[in-house]
Protein backbone atom coordinates (compact mmCIF):
# COMPACT_ATOMS: atom_id res chain seq x y z
CA UNK A 1 0.00 0.00 0.00
CA UNK A 2 2.78 2.14 1.05
CA UNK A 3 4.39 1.70 -2.81
CA UNK A 4 0.83 2.57 -4.19
CA UNK A 5 0.56 6.21 -2.46
CA UNK A 6 3.82 7.15 -3.37
CA UNK A 7 2.96 6.56 -6.87
CA UNK A 8 -0.70 8.35 -6.77
CA UNK A 9 1.71 11.55 -4.65
CA UNK A 10 4.20 11.26 -7.96
CA UNK A 11 1.06 11.02 -10.13
CA UNK A 12 -0.32 14.05 -8.87
CA UNK A 13 2.41 16.13 -10.49
CA UNK A 14 1.75 16.04 -14.04
CA UNK A 15 -1.69 14.92 -13.47
CA UNK A 16 -1.88 19.08 -11.86
CA UNK A 17 0.20 19.96 -14.18
CA UNK A 18 -1.99 19.10 -17.10
CA UNK A 19 -5.66 20.30 -15.70
CA UNK A 20 -3.51 23.87 -15.20
CA UNK A 21 -2.28 23.97 -18.65
CA UNK A 22 -5.70 22.71 -20.26
CA UNK A 23 -7.26 25.58 -18.09
CA UNK A 24 -4.72 28.40 -19.36
CA UNK A 25 -4.95 27.22 -22.84
CA UNK A 26 -8.89 27.59 -22.26
CA UNK A 27 -8.73 31.15 -20.69
CA UNK A 28 -6.19 32.47 -24.06
CA UNK A 29 -9.64 32.16 -26.01
CA UNK A 30 -11.94 33.82 -23.79
CA UNK A 31 -12.96 37.05 -25.08
CA UNK A 32 -13.20 40.14 -23.00
CA UNK A 33 -9.82 40.01 -20.48
CA UNK A 34 -9.37 42.67 -18.13
CA UNK A 35 -7.54 44.78 -20.50
CA UNK A 36 -10.46 44.72 -22.50
CA UNK A 37 -12.69 45.44 -19.77
CA UNK A 38 -10.32 48.40 -18.48
CA UNK A 39 -10.63 49.57 -22.13
CA UNK A 40 -14.44 49.32 -22.15
CA UNK A 41 -14.75 51.45 -18.89
CA UNK A 42 -12.84 53.76 -20.01
CA UNK A 43 -14.60 54.56 -23.04
CA UNK A 44 -17.53 54.20 -21.52
CA UNK A 45 -17.29 56.12 -18.10
CA UNK A 46 -14.52 58.61 -18.81
CA UNK A 47 -12.13 58.48 -15.78
CA UNK A 48 -13.22 56.10 -13.51
CA UNK A 49 -11.74 52.77 -15.20
CA UNK A 50 -8.71 53.93 -14.29
CA UNK A 51 -8.96 54.46 -10.93
CA UNK A 52 -8.30 51.04 -10.28
CA UNK A 53 -5.06 51.07 -12.33
CA UNK A 54 -3.51 54.31 -10.18
CA UNK A 55 -6.11 54.89 -8.15
CA UNK A 56 -5.60 58.94 -8.11
CA UNK A 57 -5.83 61.73 -9.71
CA UNK A 58 -2.52 61.58 -11.16
CA UNK A 59 -4.23 58.21 -12.98
CA UNK A 60 -6.74 59.91 -13.93
CA UNK A 61 -4.89 62.75 -16.22
CA UNK A 62 -3.03 60.09 -17.77
CA UNK A 63 -6.14 58.67 -19.12
CA UNK A 64 -7.42 61.41 -20.17
CA UNK A 65 -3.58 62.23 -21.86
CA UNK A 66 -3.84 59.03 -23.11
CA UNK A 67 -7.31 59.52 -24.94
CA UNK A 68 -5.85 62.73 -26.14
CA UNK A 69 -2.61 61.98 -27.42
CA UNK A 70 -4.47 58.94 -29.29
CA UNK A 71 -2.90 57.93 -32.86
CA UNK A 72 -6.09 56.41 -34.13
CA UNK A 73 -3.67 53.12 -34.78
CA UNK A 74 -5.29 50.05 -34.97
CA UNK A 75 -5.32 47.63 -31.51
CA UNK A 76 -5.80 44.25 -31.01
CA UNK A 77 -8.24 44.97 -28.18
CA UNK A 78 -11.79 45.56 -29.44
CA UNK A 79 -12.83 49.43 -28.88
CA UNK A 80 -9.21 50.65 -28.05
CA UNK A 81 -9.49 52.88 -30.99
CA UNK A 82 -8.58 56.70 -29.81
CA UNK A 83 -6.72 55.22 -27.01
CA UNK A 84 -2.69 55.50 -26.87
CA UNK A 85 -0.66 52.98 -27.88
CA UNK A 86 1.46 53.77 -24.95
CA UNK A 87 -0.97 53.27 -22.98
CA UNK A 88 -2.29 50.50 -23.78
CA UNK A 89 0.97 49.01 -23.37
CA UNK A 90 1.51 49.85 -20.09
CA UNK A 91 -2.20 48.02 -19.07
CA UNK A 92 -0.96 44.64 -20.87
CA UNK A 93 2.42 44.70 -18.10
CA UNK A 94 0.35 46.06 -15.33
CA UNK A 95 -2.04 42.78 -16.10
CA UNK A 96 1.44 40.72 -17.07
CA UNK A 97 -0.33 40.30 -20.80
CA UNK A 98 3.21 41.98 -22.17
CA UNK A 99 4.70 38.48 -21.91
CA UNK A 100 4.27 35.88 -23.90
CA UNK A 101 1.37 32.76 -23.54
CA UNK A 102 4.28 30.06 -22.68
CA UNK A 103 6.47 32.60 -20.28
CA UNK A 104 3.33 33.17 -17.96
CA UNK A 105 2.31 29.68 -18.30
CA UNK A 106 6.08 28.41 -16.66
CA UNK A 107 5.83 31.57 -14.49
CA UNK A 108 2.54 30.81 -13.22
CA UNK A 109 3.46 27.17 -12.62
CA UNK A 110 6.79 27.88 -10.86
CA UNK A 111 4.66 30.54 -8.38
CA UNK A 112 2.23 27.81 -7.93
CA UNK A 113 4.75 25.06 -6.94
CA UNK A 114 5.36 27.32 -3.59
CA UNK A 115 1.36 28.10 -3.79
CA UNK A 116 1.77 31.77 -4.81
CA UNK A 117 -1.69 31.96 -6.41
CA UNK A 118 -0.96 35.51 -7.26
CA UNK A 119 -3.33 38.54 -6.28
CA UNK A 120 -6.55 39.16 -7.88
CA UNK A 121 -6.83 41.90 -10.28
CA UNK A 122 -9.69 43.60 -8.60
CA UNK A 123 -9.82 42.98 -5.20
CA UNK A 124 -6.48 44.12 -4.72
CA UNK A 125 -5.37 40.94 -2.11
CA UNK A 126 -3.87 37.36 -2.48
CA UNK A 127 -5.62 34.89 -4.47
CA UNK A 128 -4.84 32.53 -1.68
CA UNK A 129 -5.60 34.78 1.12
CA UNK A 130 -8.94 34.82 -0.54
CA UNK A 131 -9.42 31.57 -1.14
CA UNK A 132 -8.86 30.73 2.55
CA UNK A 133 -11.14 33.36 3.65
CA UNK A 134 -13.80 31.64 1.55
CA UNK A 135 -13.44 27.51 2.58
CA UNK A 136 -15.15 28.02 5.28
CA UNK A 137 -18.16 28.11 4.01
CA UNK A 138 -18.49 26.07 0.93
CA UNK A 139 -16.04 23.36 3.50
CA UNK A 140 -19.37 23.81 5.86
CA UNK A 141 -22.01 23.17 3.34
CA UNK A 142 -20.00 20.37 1.59
CA UNK A 143 -19.05 18.43 5.05
CA UNK A 144 -22.72 18.23 6.59
CA UNK A 145 -24.80 18.34 2.98
CA UNK A 146 -22.26 15.01 2.48
CA UNK A 147 -22.64 13.60 6.01
CA UNK A 148 -26.09 14.00 5.73
CA UNK A 149 -26.93 12.55 2.54
CA UNK A 150 -24.56 9.25 3.10
CA UNK A 151 -26.16 9.09 6.67
CA UNK A 152 -29.77 8.77 5.17
CA UNK A 153 -28.79 6.86 1.51
CA UNK A 154 -26.91 4.52 2.87
CA UNK A 155 -29.35 2.94 5.64
CA UNK A 156 -32.25 3.51 3.31
CA UNK A 157 -30.85 1.85 0.17
CA UNK A 158 -30.07 -1.38 2.64
CA UNK A 159 -33.89 -1.39 3.99
CA UNK A 160 -34.86 -0.78 0.34
CA UNK A 161 -32.93 -3.80 -0.81
CA UNK A 162 -33.96 -5.68 1.89
CA UNK A 163 -37.26 -4.86 1.25
CA UNK A 164 -37.28 -4.94 -2.38
CA UNK A 165 -40.99 -4.76 -4.21
CA UNK A 166 -42.60 -4.52 -0.53
CA UNK A 167 -44.61 -0.99 0.27
CA UNK A 168 -42.03 0.22 1.92
CA UNK A 169 -39.61 0.36 -1.10
CA UNK A 170 -42.27 1.74 -3.17
CA UNK A 171 -43.76 4.64 -0.78
CA UNK A 172 -39.57 5.54 -0.34
CA UNK A 173 -39.06 5.42 -4.38
CA UNK A 174 -41.62 7.80 -4.55
CA UNK A 175 -40.28 10.39 -2.10
CA UNK A 176 -36.58 9.37 -3.10
CA UNK A 177 -37.47 10.08 -6.95
CA UNK A 178 -39.85 13.26 -5.74
CA UNK A 179 -36.84 14.67 -4.03
CA UNK A 180 -34.35 13.86 -7.23
CA UNK A 181 -37.00 16.01 -9.85
CA UNK A 182 -37.15 19.37 -7.55
CA UNK A 183 -34.05 21.34 -7.88
CA UNK A 184 -32.04 22.66 -5.11
CA UNK A 185 -32.49 25.79 -5.71
CA UNK A 186 -35.97 25.36 -6.12
CA UNK A 187 -36.43 23.61 -2.55
CA UNK A 188 -34.04 26.49 -1.54
CA UNK A 189 -36.61 29.40 -1.94
CA UNK A 190 -39.18 26.94 -0.84
CA UNK A 191 -37.37 26.72 2.55
CA UNK A 192 -36.93 30.53 2.68
CA UNK A 193 -40.51 31.04 1.78
CA UNK A 194 -42.26 28.63 4.65
CA UNK A 195 -39.62 29.06 7.12
CA UNK A 196 -37.65 32.02 6.84
CA UNK A 197 -40.34 34.79 7.34
CA UNK A 198 -41.26 34.31 3.26
CA UNK A 199 -44.64 33.87 3.93
CA UNK A 200 -45.65 31.47 6.96
CA UNK A 201 -42.72 30.87 9.49
CA UNK A 202 -39.76 33.10 10.72
CA UNK A 203 -37.69 30.23 12.33
CA UNK A 204 -34.60 30.47 10.38
CA UNK A 205 -32.01 33.92 9.42
CA UNK A 206 -31.95 34.20 5.61
CA UNK A 207 -28.78 35.07 5.42
CA UNK A 208 -25.11 34.91 6.32
CA UNK A 209 -23.34 31.82 8.22
CA UNK A 210 -23.35 33.74 11.82
CA UNK A 211 -25.54 36.60 13.06
CA UNK A 212 -24.37 39.96 13.98
CA UNK A 213 -22.76 39.80 17.47
CA UNK A 214 -20.99 36.66 16.66
CA UNK A 215 -17.33 37.49 18.25
CA UNK A 216 -18.92 38.66 21.39
CA UNK A 217 -21.19 35.32 22.20
CA UNK A 218 -19.58 32.43 24.02
CA UNK A 219 -18.43 28.79 22.71
CA UNK A 220 -21.77 27.49 22.89
CA UNK A 221 -23.52 30.14 21.69
CA UNK A 222 -21.61 30.15 18.89
CA UNK A 223 -22.41 26.41 18.25
CA UNK A 224 -25.57 27.11 18.18
CA UNK A 225 -25.66 30.19 15.96
CA UNK A 226 -23.45 28.77 13.46
CA UNK A 227 -25.67 25.34 13.41
CA UNK A 228 -29.29 27.68 13.32
CA UNK A 229 -27.70 29.48 10.44
CA UNK A 230 -26.58 25.76 8.85
CA UNK A 231 -30.13 24.47 8.90
CA UNK A 232 -31.79 25.36 5.30
CA UNK A 233 -29.04 25.71 3.15
CA UNK A 234 -27.70 22.39 4.27
CA UNK A 235 -31.53 20.81 3.94
CA UNK A 236 -31.67 21.96 0.18
CA UNK A 237 -28.66 20.52 -0.86
CA UNK A 238 -29.48 16.92 0.73
CA UNK A 239 -33.04 16.90 -0.18
CA UNK A 240 -31.89 16.89 -3.99
CA UNK A 241 -28.36 15.03 -3.30
CA UNK A 242 -29.43 12.25 -1.55
CA UNK A 243 -31.98 10.32 -4.46
CA UNK A 244 -28.90 8.88 -6.75
CA UNK A 245 -26.70 7.46 -3.86
CA UNK A 246 -30.04 5.79 -2.22
CA UNK A 247 -30.62 3.94 -5.18
CA UNK A 248 -26.93 3.21 -5.86
CA UNK A 249 -27.01 1.59 -2.71
CA UNK A 250 -30.01 -0.20 -3.40
CA UNK A 251 -29.06 -1.72 -6.48
CA UNK A 252 -25.25 -2.77 -4.92
CA UNK A 253 -26.93 -4.41 -2.58
CA UNK A 254 -29.39 -6.13 -5.02
CA UNK A 255 -26.58 -7.45 -7.09
CA UNK A 256 -24.45 -9.01 -4.24
CA UNK A 257 -27.74 -10.62 -2.76
CA UNK A 258 -28.35 -12.94 -5.15
CA UNK A 259 -24.92 -14.28 -5.48
CA UNK A 260 -23.16 -17.67 -4.57
CA UNK A 261 -21.15 -16.55 -1.53
CA UNK A 262 -24.73 -15.09 0.03
CA UNK A 263 -26.23 -18.32 -0.22
CA UNK A 264 -23.46 -20.17 1.05
CA UNK A 265 -23.77 -18.05 4.10
CA UNK A 266 -27.73 -18.73 4.96
CA UNK A 267 -26.90 -22.50 4.20
CA UNK A 268 -24.62 -22.02 6.75
CA UNK A 269 -27.16 -21.06 9.28
CA UNK A 270 -26.15 -17.44 9.78
CA UNK A 271 -29.22 -15.25 10.36
CA UNK A 272 -29.86 -12.32 8.35
CA UNK A 273 -27.99 -9.77 9.69
CA UNK A 274 -24.80 -11.15 9.70
CA UNK A 275 -25.33 -12.15 6.17
CA UNK A 276 -26.31 -8.86 5.48
CA UNK A 277 -23.34 -7.00 7.45
CA UNK A 278 -20.77 -9.61 7.82
CA UNK A 279 -20.52 -10.42 4.05
CA UNK A 280 -22.89 -8.59 1.84
CA UNK A 281 -21.92 -5.13 3.15
CA UNK A 282 -18.24 -5.08 2.21
CA UNK A 283 -18.53 -5.59 -1.41
CA UNK A 284 -21.83 -3.67 -2.18
CA UNK A 285 -20.31 -0.93 -0.70
CA UNK A 286 -17.05 -0.36 -2.69
CA UNK A 287 -19.24 1.03 -6.00
CA UNK A 288 -20.42 3.24 -3.02
CA UNK A 289 -17.21 4.85 -2.06
CA UNK A 290 -15.55 4.96 -5.90
CA UNK A 291 -18.38 7.57 -6.13
CA UNK A 292 -17.77 10.02 -2.80
CA UNK A 293 -14.98 11.80 -4.89
CA UNK A 294 -16.95 13.13 -7.58
CA UNK A 295 -20.18 13.21 -5.23
CA UNK A 296 -18.06 15.80 -2.55
CA UNK A 297 -16.76 17.73 -5.45
CA UNK A 298 -20.11 18.38 -6.45
CA UNK A 299 -21.37 19.10 -3.47
CA UNK A 300 -18.83 21.28 -2.27
CA UNK A 301 -18.55 23.34 -5.93
CA UNK A 302 -21.55 23.04 -8.52
CA UNK A 303 -23.99 22.25 -5.96
CA UNK A 304 -23.11 24.70 -3.41
CA UNK A 305 -23.03 28.02 -6.07
CA UNK A 306 -26.48 28.49 -6.14
CA UNK A 307 -27.38 27.81 -2.28
CA UNK A 308 -24.11 30.30 -1.74
CA UNK A 309 -26.39 32.54 -3.87
CA UNK A 310 -29.96 32.26 -2.13
CA UNK A 311 -28.46 32.58 1.24
CA UNK A 312 -25.88 35.11 0.66
CA UNK A 313 -23.25 32.52 1.94
CA UNK A 314 -19.64 33.96 0.68
CA UNK A 315 -18.00 30.90 -0.49
CA UNK A 316 -15.38 29.41 -2.94
CA UNK A 317 -17.93 28.40 -5.54
CA UNK A 318 -19.69 32.20 -5.35
CA UNK A 319 -16.25 33.31 -5.65
CA UNK A 320 -15.21 31.24 -8.42
CA UNK A 321 -18.33 32.05 -10.10
CA UNK A 322 -17.51 36.04 -9.98
CA UNK A 323 -14.10 35.52 -11.19
CA UNK A 324 -14.75 33.99 -14.24
CA UNK A 325 -17.46 36.33 -15.38
CA UNK A 326 -15.04 39.66 -14.01
CA UNK A 327 -12.50 37.70 -16.03
CA UNK A 328 -10.37 37.49 -12.89
CA UNK A 329 -7.72 35.24 -14.32
CA UNK A 330 -5.72 34.83 -10.78
CA UNK A 331 -8.38 33.57 -9.21
CA UNK A 332 -10.06 31.52 -12.01
CA UNK A 333 -6.99 29.62 -12.35
CA UNK A 334 -5.85 30.06 -8.27
CA UNK A 335 -9.49 27.98 -7.36
CA UNK A 336 -9.18 25.52 -10.27
CA UNK A 337 -5.62 24.79 -8.88
CA UNK A 338 -6.71 24.14 -5.59
CA UNK A 339 -10.10 22.32 -6.43
CA UNK A 340 -7.22 19.83 -8.50
CA UNK A 341 -5.41 19.46 -5.05
CA UNK A 342 -8.76 18.41 -3.06
CA UNK A 343 -9.68 16.21 -5.60
CA UNK A 344 -6.65 14.32 -6.34
CA UNK A 345 -6.26 14.63 -2.77
CA UNK A 346 -9.83 12.91 -2.32
CA UNK A 347 -9.13 10.30 -4.67
CA UNK A 348 -6.16 8.72 -2.73
CA UNK A 349 -8.30 9.04 0.27
CA UNK A 350 -10.91 6.83 -1.64
CA UNK A 351 -8.73 4.13 -2.17
CA UNK A 352 -7.53 3.98 1.55
CA UNK A 353 -11.31 3.64 2.52
CA UNK A 354 -11.32 0.50 -0.23
CA UNK A 355 -8.56 -1.00 1.75
CA UNK A 356 -10.12 -0.13 5.30
CA UNK A 357 -13.56 -1.81 3.60
CA UNK A 358 -12.47 -4.64 2.09
CA UNK A 359 -8.35 -5.72 3.27
CA UNK A 360 -8.62 -8.10 0.36
CA UNK A 361 -7.62 -5.48 -2.12
CA UNK A 362 -4.08 -4.98 -2.35
CA UNK A 363 -3.24 -1.93 -4.93
CA UNK A 364 0.38 -2.65 -4.55
CA UNK A 365 -0.50 -5.73 -6.97
CA UNK A 366 -1.25 -3.73 -10.04
CA UNK A 367 -0.64 -0.64 -12.10
CA UNK A 368 -1.30 3.14 -10.94
Not at 126 to 139: A, F, N, R, T, Y
Not at 151 to 171: E, H, R
Request: without cysteine; aromatic residues 12%; hydrophobic residues 50%.
Amino acid sequence: MANYLLKRLLLMIPTLLGIMLVSFIIIQFVPGGPVERMVAELQGHGTSATARFGGGAGSADMSVGAVSSSTGSASKYKGAQGLDPEFIAELEAMYGFDKPAYERFFLMVSNYLRFDLGESYYRDVSVIGLVLEKMPVSISLGLWSTLIIYLISIPLGIKKAVKDGQKFDIWTSAAVFTGYAIPSFMFAILLIILFAGGRYFDLFPLRGLTSDGFDDMNFVQQVLDYLWHMVLPVMAMVISGFASLTMLTKNSFLDEINKQYVLTARAKGLDEKQVLYGHIFRNAMLIVIAGFPSAFLAIFFTGSLLIEVIFSLDGIGLLGYESLINRDYPVVLGTLYMFGIMGLVTLLIRDVVYVLVDPRIDFDARTV
